[in-house]
């Protein structure tokens, strides 16, 4: 139908010079309306992101995202001020 979403959408990072990826953690974890059709901020802890052993927060270069979707449930997906904040400067 119209109105089929995808089977999932997360996200992760990728770092170098030794170009490790952080594990994708599940968008709908941070947001569970994700699918409403309406603009979000969305948060996402980057420690829920540097599980990894080898993984380097200081030398990220990439914002992996990744949608299963079928020709039932496509997906447009629009992504806008991507920034990383340390947990001091969010406000309150």
């Known amino acids: 139908s119209g109105n089929a979403r995808p089977t999932e959408l997360r996200a992760a990072l990728n770092c170098g010079p030794n170009k490790v990826s952080s ?7 941070y947001c569970p309306e ?19 052993k080898d993984f380097d927060a200081r030398n990220v270069y990439e914002l992996r995202i990744s949608a299963v979707t079928t020709k039932e449930n496509k997906l447009s997906l629009f992504v806008d001020d991507i920034r990383f904040e340390s947990p001091s400067s969010e406000k309150q």
């Open 34 to 52: 994700l699918y409403d059709g309406q603009w979000h901020a969305l948060k996402i802890p980057l420690k829920a992101l540097c599980q990894k």
């Open 23 to 29: 594990d994708y953690v599940p968008l709908l974890d």
